[in-house]
């Protein structure tokens, strides 16, 4: 069941970059804007599991990695298609977004709260995400999550 909760956390992860996030627009260029409103859509579509808004924000080849493997946007589809994951809120902090031309990295902390088979869980993570841009769209393409102790500050 482990794996069940990082495989929902990888996904949120990932993704999971920007929602609410305080960022000096001054300083910031039009991409690492753009890249900070779509990492929010993403939070804000984990928070309800809207399947529809992140199908349209994972890019197809998308692959979050986590302690136990890699996991593919076909699988988490499924999972999340199937009701057997859910989320009922989704948050990151600490957003911080580097863009090279059309690629971007975003890292952060990550929390995911939703129910499984097994009942409730919370997922706290450090995540990096890979966010690139194509055919004038951005899309995460790639994830890495890392479990944050329980008894550790975030």
Known sequence: MKQFLVITF?????SALV?????????S???????????GEIIEAFGHTDIATLDR?????YIVTQSFGLTSKAQLMDLW????????????????VRV??????????LTLKG??????????????GVVVKRQGRWRLVAAQLTDIPQHQSQ
Do not use: C, H, W
Not at 19 to 27: D, E, L, M, P
Not at 82 to 95: E, F
């Open 10 to 14: 990888l996904a949120v992860a990932l």
């Open 29 to 39: 260029s039009k991409a690492e804007q753009e890249v900070i409103k779509m990492s």
């Open 19 to 27: 929602f609410g996030q305080a960022i000096n627009k001054k300083s």
């Open 81 to 96: 298609k199937s009701g057997r994951v859910k989320y009922t809120s989704a948050s990151d902090k600490d957003l911080s």
């Open 115 to 128: 129910q499984n088979p097994n009942g409730d869980f919370t997922v706290n993570a450090r995540y990096t």
């Open 57 to 61: 924000l994972l890019a197809d080849d």
């Open 100 to 109: 090279y031309g059309d690629t971007a990295v975003t890292t952060g902390i």
